[in-house]
């Protein structure tokens, strides 16, 4: 798993349930580091335990924590290169999901050695999807869920998300917009942000 996925676990957890709590964690997996270093390369098993043990020590399932730091990602001000990086997507949330297929590609521009799952939209009309995700990574479709909801919320839309488990090696995210302009998304502009005055 790269570094950059691990770093981005650690600081949801950090951030949403504090310092002590993530030292806990570091604790109970016996790592001799407290901080990922977000330009090296961990194993998938070691991904899974840190899961593992966030849910343990919150009491909830593994599925849940993984749609919380999908939702972290993108809402947390702190965080703004995932949610930028999706918004380039298009200006809708509809235009979003007709995105997704290039996703992996647009995030290896970013950071070359960065690989997400392969993301296939089926759009069936009539405003219903289903998202694919296909990775070596268990629950990457709950990560999914969470990040799909931010930005819906993002845009303003009003969506209905359901995991629907794995068929033929992917996990599957059926997906129904009720409404793309529901509320007032999150300003966003295109351009990069200057710092200090004109």
Request: proline fraction near 3%.
């Amino acid at each position: 798993m790269h570094g950059l996925i691990n770093r981005a676990i650690q600081c949801f957890f950090r951030d949403t349930y504090g310092a002590p709590a993530w030292g806990e964690v570091v604790r109970r997996l016996e790592l001799d580091f407290t901080e990922f270093e977000p330009m090296l390369h961990y194993g998938n098993e070691l991904t899974q335990r840190m899961i593992g043990e966030m849910a343990a020590a919150l009491g909830k399932d593994r599925e849940t924590v993984l749609e919380d730091v999908g939702t972290y990602l993108i809402s947390n001000p702190a965080v703004e290169a995932p949610r930028r990086l999706l918004r380039f997507g298009g200006e809708t949330f509809l235009d979003f999901l007709h995105s997704l297929d290039d996703l992996p590609d647009r995030a290896r521009l970013a950071v070359e050695d960065l690989v997400l799952p392969a993301l296939e939209l089926r759009d069936y009309g009539g405003n219903q999807f289903s998202l694919f995700c296909t990775g070596d990574f268990a629950g990457i479709g709950h990560v999914a869920v969470g990040v799909l909801r931010a930005m819906a919320d993002d845009y303003g839309a009003l969506v209905f998300l359901e995991h629907k488990g794995v068929s033929h090696g992917a996990e599957v995210i059926e997906i129904t917009l009720i409404e793309a302009a529901f509320a007032e998304g999150r300003a966003f502009e295109l351009g990069l942000a200057r710092a200090g005055g004109a």
